[in-house]
Nanobody, 124 residues
Framework: QVQLVEAGGGLVQAGGSLRLSCAAS????????VGWFRRAPGKEREFVAT????????YYTDAVKGRFTISGDNAKNTVYLQMNSLKPEDSAVYYC?????????????????WGQGTQVTVSS
């Protein structure tokens, strides 16, 4: 079993930054891909960013490209999402997940473990 715990969410003004973290316990992230998804009120969960186990390949949804950066620290068994230039439309509950494959994973169905989520609210 893998337990994932997100942290770092909160309330921030538009244009501000937050760094989310996702710590794994039980088993490590490696050698699996990891990712971040988000769910805004009344919307479906959507893909945000993913990182392959080699920590080289990354993919982002178009809405966050150039503003968000996903990274990982194998020694700390932690994945991060640095979010800059935040916009009100980024407000959502953010979830980290561990993919069932070694590669970066863009589909929610490819993930076998999820965290409980952390709320991000961006005020205008």
């Amino acid at each position: 079993q893998v337990q994932l715990v997100e942290a770092g969410g909160g309330l921030v003004q538009a244009g501000g930054s937050l760094r989310l973290s996702c710590a794994a316990s039980g088993r490590t992230f490696s050698p699996y891909g990891v990712g971040w998804f988000r769910r805004a009120p009344g919307k479906e969960r959507e893909f945000v960013a993913t990182l392959g186990w080699s920590m080289i390949s990354t993919y982002y949804t178009d809405a966050v490209k150039g503003r968000f950066t996903i990274s990982g620290d194998n020694a700390k068994n932690t994945v991060y999402l640095q979010m800059n230039s935040l916009k009100p439309e980024d407000s959502a509950v953010y979830y980290c997940g561990r993919c069932a494959y070694r590669r970066a994973c863009l589909l929610a169905g490819e993930y076998d473990y999820w965290g409980q989520g952390t709320q991000v609210t961006v005020s205008s």
